[in-house]
């Protein structure tokens, strides 16, 4: 069966003091939204109603994670601390030093995880108790989970490693390529994206290389699945590539710099543009747009359900209820 391509219902919008570079955390019931006012703020899925947020002392560059009943903040320079947050009223439980640049936690198993300049530092989520660190050679700068207690830690120059909390160095490490990178686990595989276009994948267990393949412009942010298919954001086009061997499936050019993109429900993707336009589709469907921003889109679309969250320029979270074209 095809996917089908999706209506997008404008449900509310709340504006904040300003717009975010990243797209909402999107938690049962709750949408948390990082500012560039240097707010967090809380929010309601169903009506957009803030029931609390809390100010820090930098602008908020990434997006906060959460386990449980606790929300995981990272705040940059001057702050460089990683927050952990009561989630149903911003009270902070602990807070602890880490990077002074723009760095991504992640959270799994009760462990949260984030850079310190140059190692992955680890924290046992509910009480801050540190859990040790994995000396890199450069700054890092992201982690993710990927399940089994493993963390994936990547740096600013583009090596990417396999690290367990309490362990003292890497399970193993790769350089995928030199510069940015972002970062995709899905069961026993690692997919990494190059800002300057490279797409390759490696096994999570020993870090081998599986494929390679070329994108041909850079990147507007991380790969997700769709379908069965990784779906990279370029910054004109969006491509689909195979899980197994990494052949370009199809490719798609939306008209305008593309912000970001989400996966929807169906095998539908959720493309994001920074001329405010909004699309739904897929390499077997087509393309249709779904929503017209005000302003230009700030960041990448999140979906939780039938529920679609953008951010524009004018500093709004904007959520929409997706639904079903009718035939």
Not at 19 to 33: I, R
Request: glycine share 14%.
């Amino acid at each position: 069966m095809q996917p089908l391509i999706v209506t997008a219902a404008l449900v509310w919008a709340f504006r904040a003091g300003a717009p975010a570079d990243a797209p909402p955390l999107l938690t049962p019931g709750y949408v948390y939204y990082a500012a560039a006012d240097k707010k967090l703020y809380a929010l309601r899925a169903e009506d957009g109603e803030e029931f609390w947020s809390r100010r820090f002392k930098a602008p908020l560059a990434v997006a906060p994670v959460a386990e449980g009943n606790s929300i995981f903040q990272y705040v940059p320079y001057p702050e460089g601390k990683l927050y952990a947050l009561r989630a149903g009223s911003g009270e902070i439980i602990w807070r602890a030093a880490a990077g002074p640049g723009v760095v991504t936690p992640a959270v799994g198993e009760g462990v949260v995880a984030a850079g310190r300049r140059e190692e992955a530092a680890f924290w046992e989520a509910a009480t801050g108790r540190e859990l040790g660190a994995v000396p890199f050679e450069e700054t890092v700068v992201g982690l993710a989970y990927a399940g089994d207690g493993v963390f994936v830690a990547w740096t600013g120059g583009g090596y990417v490693a396999a690290c367990r909390p309490g362990e003292a160095a890497a399970v193993w490490t790769a350089r995928p390529v030199v510069g940015g990178v972002f970062v995709t686990t899905a069961g026993d595989r690692l997919y990494v994206v190059a800002a300057a276009g490279t797409v390759a994948a490696y096994g999570l267990a020993a870090g081998e290389e599986i494929w390679r393949a070329e994108l041909g412009e850079p990147v507007a942010g991380a790969g997700v699945w769709v379908g069965g298919e990784l779906v990279v954001p370029g910054r004109r086009t969006v491509a689909a590539f195979e899980a197994t061997a990494g052949g370009e499936r199809w490719r798609w050019a939306p008209g305008g710099n593309v912000r970001g993109l989400a996966a929807a429900p169906g095998g539908v993707a959720i493309v994001a543009c920074e001329d405010g336009r909004v699309y739904a589709g897929g390499g077997s469907t087509g393309w249709k747009e779904i929503a017209q921003l005000e302003e230009f889109a700030a960041s990448g679309p999140a979906v939780s359900g039938d529920f679609l969250f953008v951010t524009d320029g004018k500093n709004r979270v904007r959520c929409y209820r997706l639904a079903p074209e009718s035939p």
